[in-house]
């Protein structure tokens, strides 16, 4: 019976274990972007920490084992399940310490960890388990439990607990297992009392945390984003925010501002009358992105458009902006109008697999600040709009700032122009992020920017259109390789761009 207890032990750990390691990296990711690298150097220094804590078990008396391996669930228990929260309120009241306490806690808990499973293998060992049976069963639970976490995090605990809820958790299972350890083999251990009450003050602790989850969250992002916060969700993709300012609402991805109400009509008139205006025979739009209905908005003004198709990949962004008073407020209610079909799906996926041709296409994708999202800046992808696109269509693309991040900005350019579009670049600033660049791009036509618009705008007219496709000296052309997608040189591009501007 005590054999199979430890056995089922590793099972456990080995979950929480993954689990940390799986927290720290989306939580990386989604506030310092780059998936890839953060995945990549957190992977690193959490197996390294592994390696480590292996090293160090051998120091461990025989007699002491059991009661060693209490105390690791306790403090793995407690480092673990707390990391997400203080990770979170370290960046949001101070960036600078971030990486320092996020790699200073992911290698303490893979340290941890590594002792975990040799512990373990010697209590085996000293019940007289066959060696080659205790290495097969031992390994195997191991395994079992990472598969288990590697599904049950995306598609459960993070989308519905959120990261820190998600961190509490697996602490509490990590606990769960230092009191039945406790339990089963107290003959074992010395100090039993001692243990018992270390171990349900760290429960407590966990427990407190769990309950006040969404306090912690609320706290934290007051401090990152300073006003209050509205609307706040994690979904399998980002970490969605929408803040308020007296009449100002703000909304977030993964921390990075997206559009503030007060301005965001100049970012979403230059996004689409460009491309309408000279369309009067336009009858079918697909905007790719844009969940937020402000780009439809703006597109559903034309009387001539019979249907919109709109692909954005989170549910939560689409649902929120069709459902909460105060965004549908904002986007006039556009994601439920009837001329209006929205799909949550993966753009390039849903690009693959459809035929339906369109008149105009509108791209609204965030920056290109991860692997994730460069791909849909990439030669493929532009690719397949190209074949969705008639003819004598047009397209546009959100770009990034020509002024701030030139390089990333001129490889979007070069990206169309490889697939054979003719491009018309054109930049407008709005007052939240500046001068804001775009690309308008065509299968064939020239392009010639429209002098009157049939509708009323508030920004554009002959004089903001015009000096729109207008570039001074202190944004100039770059010659830029097209973004690939095996090297996606784009991302790169992007991070040394702003990388420069924050220096």
């Not at 390696?51 to 009661?67: L, W």
């Not at 949001?92 to 990486?99: E, L």
């Not at 198709?309 to 989170?314: H, K, N």
């Amino acid at each position: 019976m005590n054999k199979k207890i430890l056995i089922l032990s590793v099972f456990v750990v080995a979950s929480c274990g993954l689990a940390y390691e799986l927290i720290a990296g989306a939580l990386a990711s989604y506030l310092l972007g780059d998936s890839v690298l953060q995945f990549s150097t957190i992977i690193g220094c959490y197996l390294f920490a592994m390696g480590v804590g292996a090293h160090f078990s051998k120091y461990v008396r025989d007699e002491d084992v059991m009661a060693r391996f209490v105390d690791i669930e306790l403090a793995v228990g407690l480092v673990g399940g707390i990391s997400a929260a203080v990770l979170f309120l370290t960046f949001s009241w101070s960036a600078a310490p971030f990486r320092a306490m996020l790699y200073t806690m992911v290698f303490l808990v893979g340290a941890f960890v590594g002792m975990e499973v040799p512990l373990v293998m010697r209590a085996l060992n000293a019940r007289q388990t066959d060696f080659s049976e205790l290495v097969s069963r031992v390994l195997t639970f191991d395994y079992l439990g990472a598969l288990a976490v590697s599904l049950l995090f995306p598609l459960v605990m993070a989308p519905k607990l959120g990261l820190v809820r998600s961190g509490f958790v697996f602490g509490m299972l990590n606990v769960g297992v230092a009191l039945w350890t406790i339990r089963v083999f107290r003959a074992e251990l010395t100090n039993v009392t001692g243990r018992m009450l270390r171990a349900s003050a760290v429960l407590f602790l966990l427990v407190c945390g769990f309950i006040s989850a969404d306090r912690l969250t609320y706290w934290g992002e007051h401090g990152l984003f300073g006003d209050e916060i509205v609307f706040a969700t994690t979904t399998p993709y980002q970490r969605l925010v929408v803040t308020r300012w007296k009449d100002d609402l703000r909304l977030y991805i993964n921390g990075n501002l997206q559009f503030s109400s007060r301005d965001e009509y100049r970012y979403h008139e230059a996004l689409v009358h460009p491309v309408l205006e000279p369309l009067p025979w336009a009858r079918r739009v697909l905007v790719l992105g844009g969940g937020d209905g402000l780009a439809l908005r703006e597109i559903l003004r034309y009387k001539n458009i019979e249907h919109v198709t709109l692909v954005d990949l989170d549910p939560a962004m689409t649902g929120a902006f069709a459902s909460r008073a105060e965004l549908v407020k904002l986007n006039h209610g556009s994601l439920t109008d009837k001329r209006v079909t929205v799909v949550n799906a993966d753009a390039a996926i849903w690009l693959q697999h459809n035929d339906d041709m369109f008149d105009a296409v509108i791209v609204d994708f965030p920056d290109p600040s991860s692997f994730a999202l460069g791909k849909l800046y990439s030669v493929p992808f532009y690719g397949m709009v190209k074949k969705h696109l008639a003819a004598n269509g047009l397209m546009t693309v959100q770009s990034t700032s020509p002024f701030f991040a030139p390089h990333a900005y001129w490889t979007i350019d070069a990206t169309l122009r490889e697939v054979g579009m003719k491009t018309s670049p054109y930049h407008a600033y709005v007052p939240s992020f500046g001068e804001w660049g775009f690309v308008l791009a065509s299968p064939q036509a020239d392009y010639t920017p429209p002098t009157r618009y049939r509708l009323p705008m508030r920004y554009l007219n002959e004089e903001t259109t015009r000096e729109m496709f207008i570039f001074p000296p202190d944004m100039p052309a770059l010659p830029m390789a097209p973004n690939r997608l095996n090297t996606q040189s784009l991302v790169h591009e992007f991070e040394q761009d702003w990388r420069r501007v924050i220096r």
